[in-house]
């Protein structure tokens, strides 16, 4: 039978015989995936894994320095890049949702390959692929759903880094993979995070992005999050965030009126997110949620809770 310790004593046996002394480059997310692959071979190489952590300016609230931190602390040998501007520069002025998801993936790709062409003679990049996104870029190559909308987790490298690619979670479900994390002692502050896209708070935020709307938009979202962990929701909800609208709206502040954004929230249940119900946050939580966001985020005059389920409404507005 499987078993997490099992499975990491052979994985870590396989990588040692098969990367040797070589160089290894990895993109952490923060994610769960990248994070166990990652913890994987520093078991097996130590130092000789470097790790690659991107900051693309669309990450929540506090993100980057608070997981670059972790990660030291968890002893990997990790470099933080703040690629904020050139990300946020080349989304200027685009609203289309697909448009910018691969200007994301390019940009994306361009930082990595510049901080991995720093590592002298690297040989090999390592992915956090696990078993469901080996079978999603399959059926992306042909089937009907493919371009509903373009993840970039999988087959981005460029062929000019001929670099050789391990993946050493291939085989594994998350389930295993949050296993697998368990047992070599990844806090729960990684493994019970609610997943988070790689193009992150950009398909939040409907339309073209500014520097503003970014801003705007972690600090509702920070909110949101911060509450459903004061008030012991966040491990009930399988994945929660907040929407930023195109559309602004009438509000009164005394005597004045206002004309000013509307953000949207949502959670769900799902176990893949191929499916997802919303989820019946309890009022009182709504209420107060509502209230904060509204009194402590200048230009937002509007809350409202997203009540769709998927399909047909997907978990990201776009
Ligand atoms: P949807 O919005 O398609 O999302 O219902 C299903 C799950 O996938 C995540 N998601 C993405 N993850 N790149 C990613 O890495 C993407 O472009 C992307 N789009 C959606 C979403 O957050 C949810 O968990």
Known sequence: TWTPDAFVDLTVAELKQKIGDDKVVLGLSGGVDSTVAAVLLHKAIGKNLYCIFVNNGLLRKN????????????GLNVKGVDAS????????????????????GKVFIDVFDDEAHLVKDVKWLAQGTIYPDVIESVSATGGPSATIKSHHNVGGLPDYMKLKVVEPLRMLFKDEVRRVGKSMAIGDE??????????????????????????????????FIQGLRDWGLYDKVWQAGAMLLPVNSVGVMGDER??????ALRAVESTDGMTADWVNLPYEFLQKTSNDIINKVPGVNRVVYDISSKPPATIEWE
């Open 63 to 74: 993100e980057f320095q608070d997981v670059l931190d972790q990660y030291e602390h968890m």
């Open 85 to 104: 501007a050139r990300f946020l520069d080349a989304l200027a002025g685009e609203s289309d949702p697909e448009k910018k998801r691969k200007i994301i």
């Open 190 to 223: 990684r493994l019970g995070r609610h997943p988070f896209p790689g193009p992150g708070l950009a398909i939040r935020i409907l339309g073209d992005i500014t520097p503003e709307k970014v801003s705007i938009l972690q600090e509702v979202d920070h909110i």
């Open 258 to 263: 206002t004309y000013e954004k509307c953000v």
